[in-house]
């Protein structure tokens, strides 16, 4: 992939972009320079949404479509569902994945256990989603280990890391760089096996919040200093 590639603003398709943490993501991109869709498994609720999301940033930011077009009119797709969600979404947009970047949010948690590790049958969702689509496809994870609850304000400086793992370099360092668009600083992790460990920190996380009485404890990486 070329630097002239990376260089050209992109669309990104937010996929579940109706949820928290998918449309706080979608606006942060979307103020800063990125075509953003939000998809929805329902036209109308990607539709509604994006009116709501719009009407809050003051003016025509985002568009809404079906995940299917969304996934279609996308040079990267963004994956923020349900667990329970995530191989069916998978399947509805396969088709229109071929040669993209596929950056997934997903983390594996069993309601009503949350605040326990949960591995699934293929160690990671990141994993399952790459075994599910293929080579021809790039599964990226990250974002799974920051709150919603510190992205919804587009304005708010998030006070931790991302974890970015992948198998792919140049990859890797576009989807660092949408880290930095969201305003948060990006970490590469490793290769996508790391995902196993980065999506189990999730509940360890949700447990932390509901024990310390907090919202929102986020992953910090120290002893390094980055441009």
Same mark, same amino acid.
């Given at each position: 992939m070329?630097?002239?590639k990376i260089a050209k603003i992109k669309t990104l398709a937010v996929l579940g972009g109706t949820g928290k943490?998918?449309?706080a993501l979608a606006k942060r991109w =979307? @103020? $800063?320079?990125y075509r953003v869709i939000i998809g929805s498994r329902s036209l109308e609720k990607a539709r509604?949404?994006?009116?709501?999301? $719009? =009407?809050? @940033?003051?003016g025509d930011y985002l568009t809404g479509l079906a995940n299917e077009e969304a996934a279609r009119a996308a040079d990267i797709v963004v994956l923020s569902v349900p667990?329970? =969600?995530h191989k069916d979404t998978l399947n509805s947009v396969r088709p229109h994945l071929?040669?993209?970047i596929v950056v997934d949010l997903t983390v594996p948690l069993q309601p009503?256990?949350?605040r326990t590790v949960h591995v699934p049958e293929g160690k990671s969702a990141c994993l399952e989603a790459q075994a599910l689509l293929g080579d021809d496809v790039t599964v990226i994870a990250a974002f799974q280990n920051v709150s919603a609850e510190k992205l919804k304000d587009p304005a708010y400086e998030v006070d931790c890391d991302v974890l970015v793992c992948g198998n792919a370099e140049v990859a890797k360092a576009e989807v660092i760089e949408l880290v930095r668009a969201a305003g948060m600083r990006g970490i590469d992790a490793g290769p996508l096996a790391n995902a196993v460990a980065v999506e189990a920190l999730t509940p360890v996380l949700l447990y932390?919040?509901?024990k310390y009485s907090v919202k929102g404890a986020g992953v910090r990486i120290t002893g390094i200093a980055l441009q």
């Open positions: 070329s630097d002239e943490e998918g449309s =979307a @103020l $800063n320079g509604d949404g994006v009116a709501e999301m $719009n =009407a809050e @940033l003051g667990y329970s =969600a071929a040669g993209k009503p256990a949350v932390i919040n509901k």
